[in-house]
């Protein structure tokens, strides 16, 4: 028992060290937001979480943002990395809660279709009430040059209802869906190995 929790705990390590790993591999789409990237740090959060349940998913989410403070420091006074433990947590925790009770194919989009769900309303609530507030507070901007940010790439954003319509919404979709995408597609592959090494 005492091995195989050891070896539990090792595997979260690896796939926590994988997720900031893959954080550097991001790229941007301005039309969708002038200032988040798209990356693919949460695949070996949400393979690693159907995996190793609950507690392993969020032992993977907090070694990703641990080594990211680690290594790149914060620059946002630790709120980004706040929110990208909120994000990860509320993408994965629900996804992996439903697939544990529900273990069959169905079961894992329902899981990862709810997951979506739960983390662009919290990709909502975050960017609203921490993310940007925090900017307006620490630079001196307002609503108005936060906003005029988003319109410079994209006319159709006028306000804050605008914003979250055509790119906090539409953004987290691509992001959290993709992701989604590509665990039903590798899951297989990668979960097996996995689950020999855990036992």
Do not use: H
Request: charged fraction near 15%; include cysteine.
């Amino acid at each position: 028992m005492q091995r195989s929790s050891v070896r539990r705990l090792t595997m979260a390590a690896m796939m926590g060290a994988v997720a900031f790993v893959l954080m550097y591999f991001s790229f941007s789409v301005p039309v969708l937001s002038p200032v988040a990237d798209f990356d693919f740090s949460y695949l070996p959060e949400i393979i690693g979480g159907f995996v190793l349940g609950p507690a392993g998913a969020v032992e993977i989410i907090a070694v990703k943002v641990l080594l990211k403070l680690v290594f790149k420091g914060t620059s946002t006074m630790f709120t980004g990395e706040l929110q990208k433990f909120l994000l990860s947590c509320a993408y994965v925790l629900p996804a992996v809660l439903y697939y544990r009770k529900n273990r069959t194919k169905r079961g894992a989009v329902i899981g990862l279709v709810l997951g979506t769900v739960v983390g662009i309303l919290v990709a909502i609530l975050t960017n609203l009430f921490l993310i940007f507030p925090f900017y307006m507070k620490a630079f001196g901007m307002n609503w108005e040059a936060i906003i005029g940010m988003f319109n410079k790439v994209n006319p159709y954003i006028k306000d804050q209802f605008t914003m979250v319509l055509f790119s906090i919404v539409p953004f987290n979709v691509i992001s959290m869906g993709g992701i989604s995408i590509l665990a039903m597609l590798l899951y297989k592959k990668i979960s097996v190995p996995m689950k020999k090494f855990i036992q």
